[in-house]
């Protein structure tokens, strides 16, 4: 079983920055992916990016030239760099973990208000 805590949320304005971390611990073996995902409040849960074992990155149209994935092999981690926040990135933002024998591992989510 993979554990994973996030850190980095919090409150920014409008066109600032944030930097999440999620940190797997745990049965770390066979992680085909690595990714973040959010969900606002009434909406369904959206994937925002995601990133390889092979270092592969994939984003959602909405956050592509603002946000940034990567990933720390040696510690890890996953961290996925925000800029140009908007009001509408406000969501709770969710780590996870792709296994290569198809299992999906969730974090608890950390909460990312943008004001305007």
């Known amino acids: 079983q993979v554990q994973l805590v996030e850190s980095g949320g919090g409150l920014v304005q409008a066109g600032g920055s944030l930097r999440l971390s999620c940190v797997a611990s745990?049965?770390?073996?066979?992680?085909?992916?690595m990714g973040w995902h959010r969900q606002a409040p009434g909406k369904q849960r959206e994937l925002v990016a995601d990133i390889s074992s092979g270092g592969m990155t994939n984003y959602a149209d909405s956050v592509k030239g603002r946000f940034f994935i990567s990933r720390d092999g040696a510690k890890n981690t996953v961290y996925l760099q925000m800029n140009l926040l908007k009001p509408e990135d406000t969501a709770v933002y969710y780590c996870?973990?792709?296994?290569?024998?198809?299992?999906?591992?969730w974090g608890q989510g950390t909460q990312v208000t943008v004001s305007s």
């Open positions: 996870s973990v792709d296994r290569t024998f198809g299992v999906r591992s």
């Open positions: 745990g049965s770390i073996f066979s992680i085909a992916a």
